[in-house]
């Protein structure tokens, strides 16, 4: 079925030789990865209640006002 699809030998040209190397996370990768952010998605794309319950941060001792 995939046979076009090659294994790579190890040491082969263009190889990595099976060391894996990842990229430093994007800042869209970090994004997503917040609370917020999946707490906005669940609110608007899963329940459609468009209520996000966010989780206030703080800035120097100051809480976000409401």
Same mark, same amino acid.
């Given at each position: 079925?995939?046979?076009?699809?090659?294994?790579?030998?190890?040491?082969?040209? &263009?190889?990595?030789? &099976?060391?894996?190397?990842?990229?430093?996370?994007?800042?869209?990768?970090?994004?997503?990865?917040?609370?917020?952010?999946?707490? &906005?998605?669940?609110?608007?794309?899963?329940?459609?209640?468009?209520?996000?319950?966010?989780?206030?941060?703080?800035? &120097?001792?100051?809480?976000?006002?409401?």
């Amino acid at each position: 079925m995939f046979r076009s699809v090659r294994r790579r030998r190890p040491g082969a040209p &263009g190889s990595s030789g &099976g060391a894996r190397r990842s990229a430093p996370p994007t800042p869209t990768a970090r994004t997503i990865r917040t609370p917020d952010f999946l707490e &906005g998605v669940r609110a608007a794309l899963v329940d459609k209640d468009r209520t996000p319950t966010w989780q206030r941060t703080s800035f &120097g001792g100051r809480t976000l006002p409401s």
